[in-house]
């Protein structure tokens, strides 16, 4: 064994440590530095647009094999302060209806979070979700009350074609 290799190992752990400490004095050092969140939130826009959410979720409390899960995105724009207006296409009688919601969207340095909490949602119910995106993923956690919860994951997907028009077409 190299004698050398005891002090070698004592000096990389004490600036392991003393690094640590200087860190930790100075909790700007830990926090990623966005100047200006703009190109994110452009990014964001994009990301979302046009979009398909395809995954799967769960139901706590329930053993059964994860359900998939689609959500079909229209648009994504900004709005004031950490408000986002996101237009999904919700099924109604085998139709894609428009339909906007306007939602908090929170950053976790570049990483964009949804979060809604006790959000009503006419004729649905109350939710509250948390939904991180990162590069093509999201995942997220949902609760729709009385114990009826659980998780999501899955990609983003661009050029997914829409199941049924939103209006028949007149003929």
Known sequence: MNRFLPIAMFTT????????VRLAADPAATQPV????????AHFAELLTGATMV???TVEGNDAAPKDDRYRIIKAVKGDGDNWAIT????Y?????????????????????IEVTDMKIPAIGTFTARVLFY??????????GAGHGGTLWGRIKHGEPATKPATQPSR
């Open 88 to 91: 999904s296409s919700v099924e």
């Open 13 to 20: 752990a004490a600036l392991l440590i003393l690094s640590g």
């Open 135 to 144: 590069g093509d993923h999201y995942v997220g956690t949902w609760n729709g």
């Open 55 to 57: 995954g799967k979720y």
């Open 93 to 113: 009688k085998g139709f894609g209806i428009p339909v906007t919601m306007t939602v908090p969207v929170k950053w976790a340095g570049d990483t964009p979070v």
């Open 34 to 41: 966005v100047a200006d969140n703009t190109a994110a939130e």
